[in-house]
């Protein structure tokens, strides 16, 4: 396996102890991602956040778009750990501080739950989709959605981190035929059954369309 470091600074691979641990082929690259190219050669990437978070944030939702099979980790200081949230698109956070033992750890279960998708039940962060019965719940709350709404949710967790287009969601789930205000109406019906507190994971990419973002502790999981 192939990890890639994005960082603009020469000592940040040095002061990270926990590299010592990925027995790995460790490939650098800047933080600045403008092509697909730059980001698709890696199946896990870490992201320097501890001097430019701006840009590392920015590089994160980058690599969810253009590279969201790659498992992504924001390296931050300590001080700067609870503020990566779901805008930041990212699999799990790493305090720069982190040894070996918890670097290799972090990287092996976020790659771990990847590979422990199953079509049958889908688990994202505390919502919980189960295509066969076309139904959805969220912190134990049955969703009750439509048909639709559960097309539409479904579709955008299971392309997470990727902006779908209001032409392209039109095109998936009603065959192309209506307006693109169509989609905007079922999304906001979406929202408002998500509640205030969940309505981000349906997110608005400006210019685009809509997306859903990849949590922290995004989990794949197969229900009991």
């Avoid at 709404?149 to 392309?159: G, S």
């Avoid at 998500?194 to 809509?210: A, F, H, N, Q």
Wanted: aromatic share 6%; proline share 3%.
């Amino acid at each position: 396996m192939e990890i890639l470091l994005l960082t603009d600074s020469g000592e940040f691979a040095r002061s990270l102890s926990g590299l010592r641990a990925f027995r790995h082929s460790i490939a650098r690259g800047t933080l600045a991602i403008n092509t697909r190219a730059d980001c698709q050669v890696a199946e896990a990437v870490l992201v320097d956040g501890t001097c430019d978070e701006s840009t590392a944030r920015e590089s994160c939702r980058r690599l969810g778009a253009w590279a969201p099979s790659a498992v992504v980790l924001a390296v931050v200081a300590a001080e700067e750990f609870a503020a990566v949230g779901l805008g930041w698109h990212v699999d799990d956070v790493l305090v720069a501080t982190a040894g070996p033992a918890e670097a290799n750890a972090r990287l092996e279960l976020a790659l771990a739950r990847r590979r422990e998708f199953d079509p049958n039940t889908v688990q994202f962060g505390a919502l919980v989709i189960r295509p066969d019965s076309f139904t959805a719940s969220l912190s134990d709350r049955d969703l009750d959605l439509t048909l639709t709404e559960f097309k539409l949710l479904h579709h955008l967790v299971r392309h997470a981190g990727q902006a779908c287009s209001r032409t392209r969601l039109l095109q998936e789930l009603w065959a192309g035929k209506g307006n693109r205000r169509k989609v905007d109406v079922h999304v906001q019906r979406l929202r408002a059954k998500l509640g205030s507190e969940y309505e981000s994971m349906v997110d608005t990419v400006r210019g685009v369309g809509y997306m859903a973002p990849r949590p922290p502790q995004t989990q794949w999981a197969i229900a009991n």
